[in-house]
């Protein structure tokens, strides 16, 4: 089977598809923010929460329900900060995984990726890495809100996290973004093949 990607293509395909795949697992896991609340373990990521309080009425308590899974809307997640990191992050998430498909597939396909074309996809990957680091930048802004300073023994702020601990999809997330920049654009330099020109 011919490919359109050098040597060095192939590396960068592969370590593409693997930095995409790191941001887009730890984007998605509620694990990036940990703590505890009713002496239950919880958890937050940018759009999800596991374990949260609801109010049984007949037995007149609160309890928790240890439980993963998205907020009921757009609306419903706890700081502004938080929802401007889901839209950046999903945004660089969604670039990665592009490029990413696109390299896989020049290591089957003759004449996908050119010189031209590789640098053009590293700079999007500098994007989309980019994108994810602002989006992790953000993310400690939203520690000030009412949901996590429950969670985090009510000492968390901006940039304070109380008794609450920074969990791995947090550093998955920024490490496959940092990857992303720094090795993948790098490598996209050099991805392509020469095309070659026709008399015709």
Not at 148 to 163: A, I, K, P, Y
Request: charged share 10%.
């Amino acid at each position: 089977m011919a490919s359109s990607l050098t040597c060095a293509g192939i590396i960068w395909a592969l370590l593409s598809l693997l930095c995409a795949a790191a941001s887009c697992v730890g984007f998605f896991m509620p694990y990036w923010l940990l703590g505890s609340q009713m002496d239950k373990p919880v958890s937050f990521g940018t759009f999800r929460r596991c374990s949260y309080p609801v109010r049984d009425e007949s037995r007149q308590l609160t309890i928790m329900v240890e439980q993963c899974g998205r907020y009921a809307s757009f609306q419903g997640i706890p700081s502004l900060e938080w929802k401007i990191c889901t839209i950046v992050t999903g945004v660089g998430c969604g670039l990665l995984l592009l490029v990413a498909l696109t390299a896989i597939m020049g290591c089957c396909v003759t004449e996908l990726i050119s010189r031209t074309i590789g640098r053009v996809a590293g700079g999007m990957q500098f994007v989309g890495g980019l994108l994810i680091g602002s989006g992790c930048a953000l993310y400690p802004l939203g520690w000030d809100s009412e949901e996590v300073r429950q969670t985090c023994s009510n000492l968390s702020d901006q940039f304070e996290l109380g008794t609450c601990q920074i969990g791995w999809a947090y550093y998955c997330t920024g490490g496959g973004a940092a990857a992303a920049m720094l090795i993948c654009t790098w490598l996209a330099c050099f991805a392509g093949k020469k095309q070659k020109h026709y008399p015709y």
